[in-house]
């Protein structure tokens, strides 16, 4: 694409989709649809977005054209929480939070001192997102600096929107883990300068969550805050209430969990406050106020018997909300799964997700809870063309439930509902297909196909 200079030029054709707003809040016309249309791409940006009719007879020549006919094409999924060096901790047996961090988390995350297990993990991390229609992350690796080159430099070499950081951490972990206040804000430091703005990445300072840092590194992450106003901020907040009742007892200053960030600094635009269960209404007011973003993380708040997130209470405080697959306290890296958990916790509540309003949250709504809604997250001219094909009837069960399907609405509810990274035909970044499933190529097209996943550490099967 232009910005990065890897961008492909292509027509891509078929059922589009995608939204202005959500309908359910901002009018039925935020809904854009087009039964037989046409995106056109040049050097990785959407240049025009219409009915195939009109389009067709105008695309210059030699433009190549990918036919996805009968499917949908939507804006690439965007996950704005999710952990790269969890991959090999999904579903660890019955623990709660804290002691899933202390017996399956940090020991695995001990491993990623090694260059090459954190390449292959960060290798097969992205060529599951592809799989699963998933173009941009907001991604914690670990706290070796180390694991944010391998996480960056796999991102870079796809050509890939993401956005990631170092968790800094100064307690309450292994020692394999710990960096210190110092440490923390200068590999900080130099991995902002060697990665923000580069091609299309984008650094988030990442103190992990109060409870592993000390206020020495919590005064680092309010300076290096402070110095780069620009970029996004991610941690977790009030997920669970043996957490919570940790930090009140190490922050007994703080009235409650989130004045502790807001003491330093930290809840603020592009601030990224992963569960957000437990909150207050003060909190939620908090978050409101200083255009923080609250992500709903459901299959990791079911997996780890968190809580249920109130959505309904997070948006009247009027709170930017975003959804994310929180893999690997999360169960699926399918941004469909992750909205029909999201529909179940929220039924819980009395809540219903409605269709439109969850396939909103996955393209447009997450690119607004992670700034970034000018440029990712509708396909519209001037926007980059990171795309999704996904089949509404890609299993025998999905068929068969579609014979009695009468409205858009209806489809996209079951295809959420039974829908995993089966549904997903093609992915595409900047214009280059990067995914298709079978991995069949399409003639005359610039190709990046992602090969299979790797098995272990240091063994092959690179995503190229
Ligand atoms: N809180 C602090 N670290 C983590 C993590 O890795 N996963 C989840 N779910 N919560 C956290
Ligand atoms: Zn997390």
């Known amino acids: 694409m232009s910005r990065s200079g890897v961008g492909a030029s292509v027509a891509i054709r078929g059922r589009l989709l995608w939204f202005d707003g959500d309908p359910t809040l901002d009018g039925a016309a935020a809904l854009r649809f087009v039964e037989d249309g046409v995106v056109v791409v040049e050097g990785g940006m959407i240049t025009a977005v219409g009915e195939a009719r009109d389009l067709l007879g105008r695309l210059r020549p030699n433009l190549p054209l990918a036919d996805h006919r009968p499917h949908l094409v939507m804006p690439g999924f965007i996950d704005p929480h999710l952990h790269m060096p969890q991959t090999q901790v999904i579903g660890s047996y019955g623990a709660e939070l804290m002691e899933w961090l202390a017996k399956y988390t940090f020991p695995e995350e001990s491993r990623y001192g090694d260059p090459a297990v954190a390449d292959a993990a960060s290798r097969f991390l992205l060529s599951e997102l592809l799989r699963s229609g998933t173009t941009t992350a907001a991604v914690y690796c670990t706290s070796h600096p180390q ?11 796809l050509g890939l929107r993401m956005i990631a950081g170092k968790v800094m951490m100064d307690r309450n972990a292994p020692a394999a883990l710990l960096d210190t206040a110092e440490r923390g804000y200068s590999e900080t430091k130099a991995l902002i300068e060697r ?15 109060a409870p592993t840092s000390s206020e020495q590194q919590l005064e680092a992450a309010r300076a290096l805050a402070s110095d780069h106003p620009g970029l996004h901020i991610q941690t977790h907040l009030s997920e669970n209430a043996a957490e919570i009742a940790y930090v009140r007892e190490a922050f007994p200053w703080s009235k409650d969990y989130t004045e502790v960030y807001e003491h330093y600094d930290l809840v603020r635009p592009k601030a990224l406050f992963g569960h957000c269960i437990h909150l207050s209404d003060r909190e939620r007011a908090a978050l409101a106020e200083a255009g923080a973003s609250a992500i709903f993380c459901p299959t990791s708040n079911l997996f780890l018997g968190s809580g249920l997130f109130d959505r309904a209470g997070l948006m009247e405080a009027g709170a930017q909300i975003g959804i994310a697959s929180d893999i690997g306290g999360g169960t699926s890296y399918s941004m469909l799964r992750t909205a029909a958990e999201g529909y179940k916790v929220l039924a819980l509540l009395g809540q219903p ?10 393209t447009a709504g997450n690119a607004a809870a992670l700034g970034l809604d000018d440029r990712i997250g509708r396909l519209a001219p001037g926007y980059e063309a990171d795309l999704t094909v996904l089949d509404s009837r890609a299993t025998p069960a999905q068929s068969w439930r579609m014979e009695r399907v009468e409205t858009l609405a209806e489809e996209l509810f079951v295809l959420m509902t039974m829908g995993d990274d089966r549904a997903t035909v093609a992915t595409y970044a900047a214009g280059r297909r990067l995914y298709e499933k079978g991995g069949r190529s399409l003639p005359g097209k610039q190709e990046m196909p992602v090969s299979a996943p790797t098995r272990g550490p240091g063994e092959g099967g690179e995503a190229q």
């Open 195 to 209: 990665w923000h703005g580069r091609g299309r990445l984008s650094y988030a300072i990442t103190p992990r969550f």
């Open 353 to 362: 997700l409605d269709a439109l309003a969850a396939f909103h949250m996955l």
């Open 147 to 157: 694991s944010v080159d391998s996480f960056f430099a796999a991102a870079e070499r």
